[in-house]
């Protein structure tokens, strides 16, 4: 994702609003350490589009799969694991590239 996904931009009332959940289920997101907005400096919780993303992931994973806040922190691991694993294989691939040339 570009580096405008990461900017913060929505307040807690309306990301929740995105997402069709509770502002107090974002907090307990939050509390429990799946998801980390980052804060204004009069300290309230502001969410940017790869923030979104995430809790939609979070959001399918607990609704739709059944899995526990316990299990969607060690797949949302895993996915940030196999991210930088395949930026890995793309820059290597690149480098295979230039050197057979």
């Not at 502001?46 to 922190?73: C, M, P, Q």
């Amino acid at each position: 994702m570009s580096a405008e996904g990461t900017e913060p931009r929505y307040v807690i009332s309306i990301a929740a609003r995105i997402l069709g959940v509770q502002t107090h289920t974002l907090r307990y997101y939050e509390r429990v350490g799946v998801v980390e907005p980052q804060r204004s400096q009069g300290n309230i919780r502001l969410y940017s589009e790869r923030d979104i993303d995430i809790l939609r992931r979070i959001k399918t994973l607990v609704d739709d799969l059944g899995v526990n806040l316990a299990g969607v922190e060690v797949i949302l691991r895993m996915m940030q694991h196999l991210d930088q694993l395949q930026n890995q294989v793309g820059k290597l691939e690149s480098e295979v590239k230039r050197l057979r040339r």
